[in-house]
């Protein structure tokens, strides 16, 4: 029971949320249309009321198994979650406005040109969160490493982790991806977590996706907190069929390049970090290679002579004000490449999204990873 409070606790919090922001579009909307039939009231009032519970409803289907009806619903509701963010804050704006009006006896005119402005500003950077959010970009870093390996110099590792293929990105924007990825000829692709989004969807079809990629030394994934909400065993048969070599706390040999996976629970445990380190036999004259879907617990990483840790999960806030959020939490680890002591960090904004399907102050990106010997 008590691990399930904090879940009871969180989701009734983000219910509160939902509602306070809704009433407060609400009251707005009210103001700046003038609204005042008792029939446009209530008719606003329904589409208000459902709009909150829809991203609840659509979830609650959507665990009970993929369809395409339900994996629209759950987009149209992500989306206006999304929007009901920008329009909460535009509606606190108005609120203001229309206070200081009443307070100083002002006109109301200014005040609902000014709210018509700002839902309209609110509505514009939703849409361009949404068409931001499917445009794939490139990041490029190059990393030396003393140790490297001949063969491995000036070859190019692309990375990627939190695509969340699910209800919200499927098969369309897999493709998209793969298409990105194969312009970049990569020798060899890291995903760092969160290839799954959590609740059913047609998950082998979505696995296979990887079996069209070619690469020279292949595909290596470790899983995120988000494989553990759906079927990680499921998951890692569907990915290891395509071809993808699915490391949970083990490590693999990939022409002297030691590349290691660890689980998102593992990696969340310092002791059980050090623990899972000391089991490996890692060799220190060869190079070694995370892949840890959250940029935690780096000290660890470091002690244990690692020369790159590529992570996701951050997603860099997602939506403004989100990356100062994130880089409160995770400091300078929480977005791109930075060092520590002798070991380079690169943690990506993710690919794809969660929740809210918006980006707005962030990107979703690859990474290319050039490698060079120190």
Same mark, same amino acid.
């Given at each position: 029971?008590?691990?399930?409070?904090?879940?009871?606790?969180?989701?009734? =919090?983000?219910?509160?949320?939902?509602?306070?922001?809704?009433?407060?579009?609400?009251?707005?909307?009210?103001?700046?249309?003038?609204?005042?039939t008792? !029939?446009?009231i209530?008719?606003? !009032?329904?589409?208000?009321?459902?709009g909150?519970l /829809?991203f609840?409803?659509?979830? =609650?289907?959507?665990?009970?198994?993929? $369809?395409?009806?339900g994996?629209?619903?759950?987009?149209?509701?992500a989306?206006?979650?999304?929007?009901?963010?920008?329009?909460?804050?535009?509606?606190?704006?108005?609120l203001?406005?229309?206070?200081i $009006?009443?307070?100083?006896?002002?006109?109301?005119?200014?005040?609902?040109?000014?709210?018509?402005? +700002?839902?309209?500003?609110?509505?514009l950077?939703?849409?361009?969160?949404? +068409?931001?959010?499917?445009?794939?970009?490139?990041?490029?870093?190059?990393v !030396?490493?003393?140790?490297?390996?001949?063969?491995?110099?000036?070859?190019n590792? *692309?990375?990627?982790?939190?695509?969340? =293929?699910?209800?919200? !990105?499927?098969?369309? =924007?897999?493709?998209?991806?793969?298409?990105?990825?194969?312009?970049?000829?990569?020798?060899?692709?890291?995903?760092a977590?969160?290839?799954y989004?959590?609740?059913?969807?047609?998950?082998?079809?979505?696995?296979?996706?990887?079996?069209?990629?070619k690469?020279?030394?292949?595909?290596?994934?470790?899983?995120?907190?988000?494989?553990n909400?759906?079927?990680? /065993?499921?998951?890692?048969?569907?990915?290891?069929?395509?071809?993808?070599?699915?490391?949970?706390?083990?490590?693999?040999?990939?022409?002297?390049?030691?590349?290691?996976?660890?689980?998102?629970?593992?990696?969340?445990?310092?002791?059980?970090?050090?623990?899972?380190?000391s089991?490996?036999?890692?060799?220190?004259?060869?190079?070694?290679?995370?892949?840890?879907h959250?940029?935690?617990?780096l000290?660890?990483?470091?002690?244990?002579?690692?020369?790159? *840790?590529?992570?996701?999960?951050?997603?860099?806030?997602q939506?403004?004000?989100?990356?100062?959020?994130?880089?409160?939490?995770?400091?300078?680890?929480?977005?791109?490449?930075?060092?520590?002591?002798?070991?380079?960090?690169?943690?990506?904004?993710?690919?794809?999204?969660?929740?809210p399907?918006?980006?707005?102050?962030?990107?979703?990106?690859i990474?290319?990873i050039?490698?060079?010997?120190?």
């Open positions: 029971m008590k691990s399930v409070l904090p879940i009871i606790y969180i989701a009734s =919090f983000a219910i509160l949320l939902i509602g306070i922001g809704h009433l407060a579009i609400y009251k707005s909307i009210i103001a700046v249309f003038d609204i005042s008792i !029939r446009m209530n008719i606003l !009032r329904g589409i208000f009321i459902f909150a /829809s609840i409803i659509a979830n =609650f289907i959507i665990q009970m198994g993929y $369809s395409q009806v994996s629209l619903f759950y987009k149209i509701s989306i206006w979650l999304g929007t009901v963010y920008f329009l909460f804050l535009a509606s606190v704006l108005i203001i406005v229309f206070t $009006s009443h307070f100083f006896g002002l006109s109301l005119i200014f005040a609902k040109v000014t709210g018509f402005i +700002l839902i309209s500003m609110a509505l950077v939703s849409l361009y969160g949404v +068409l931001h959010s499917y445009n794939i970009l490139t990041t490029k870093y190059t !030396r490493i003393e140790n490297l390996p001949e063969e491995w110099v000036g070859k590792i *692309v990375m990627f982790a939190d695509s969340h =293929f699910g209800s919200m !990105r499927n098969i369309n =924007f897999g493709e998209k991806l793969l298409a990105k990825i194969e312009s970049k000829n990569p020798e060899m692709i890291l995903i977590g969160d290839y989004d959590g609740p059913p969807a047609n998950d082998e079809a979505i696995a296979n996706l990887m079996s069209n990629l690469t020279e030394r292949g595909i290596i994934f470790a899983p995120g907190n988000h494989e909400y759906g079927n990680i /065993s499921n998951y890692k048969k569907f990915l290891l069929d395509a071809g993808v070599e699915f490391l949970d706390n083990e490590m693999i040999d990939v022409g002297g390049l030691q590349v290691v996976g660890v689980n998102y629970n593992t990696g969340s445990n310092k002791d059980t970090l050090a623990q899972t380190f089991s490996l036999d890692l060799k220190n004259d060869l190079p070694k290679i995370l892949i840890k959250a940029p935690t617990n000290s660890v990483v470091d002690e244990a002579g690692f020369d790159l *840790v590529v992570s996701g999960h951050v997603h860099n806030g939506i403004w004000p989100g990356p100062w959020l994130t880089k409160k939490i995770y400091k300078e680890f929480s977005y791109g490449m930075n060092l520590l002591n002798k070991m380079t960090v690169i943690t990506t904004s993710g690919v794809g999204t969660w929740g399907p918006q980006r707005v102050g962030t990107n979703s990106e990474m290319v050039n490698l060079q010997k120190k």
